[in-house]
């Protein structure tokens, strides 16, 4: 499976971002998908996971409210809507696969595949 991010760019403090990630090389509703982030100097963590269905998903406690994850099965894509942007927000974002389709685990390791990373810029 090789996955795709892109969206990312740089915004103002309260402002709106749409991430996308294209998936392709294996039948995309057959996985769970996820977002994680890297902040500079921390370590990567979990944003949010929908199953491959999208009527099961799960938020980490700091995005909840304010980001949305969606998945399009016809595109192949999975996107990640964030709005109200924080300065704490600003990561290196990166989507994830997983081959357990009922998956929502905020784990890294749960995850098979890995995109290459969009940065997102929030500037307070």
């Known amino acids: 499976v090789q996955l795709q991010a892109s969206g990312g760019g740089v915004v103002q403090a309260g402002g709106s971002l749409r991430l996308s990630c294209v998936a392709s090389?294996?039948?995309?509703?057959?996985?769970?998908m996820a977002w994680f982030r890297q902040a500079p100097g921390k370590e990567r963590e979990f944003v949010a996971a929908?199953?491959?269905?999208?009527?099961?998903?799960h938020y980490a406690d700091s995005v909840k409210g304010r980001f949305t994850i969606s998945r399009d099965n016809a595109k192949n894509t999975v996107y990640l809507q964030m709005n109200s942007l924080k300065a704490e927000d600003t990561a290196v974002y990166s989507c994830?696969?997983?081959?357990?389709?009922?998956?929502?685990?905020?784990?890294?390791?749960?995850?098979?595949?890995w995109g290459q990373g969009t940065l997102v810029t929030v500037s307070s």
């Open positions: 090389g294996r039948t995309f509703s057959r996985l769970s």
């Open positions: 929908i199953t491959w269905s999208g009527f099961e998903i």
């Open positions: 994830a696969a997983s081959l357990s389709v009922w998956s929502l685990s905020p784990r890294l390791h749960a995850y098979d595949y």
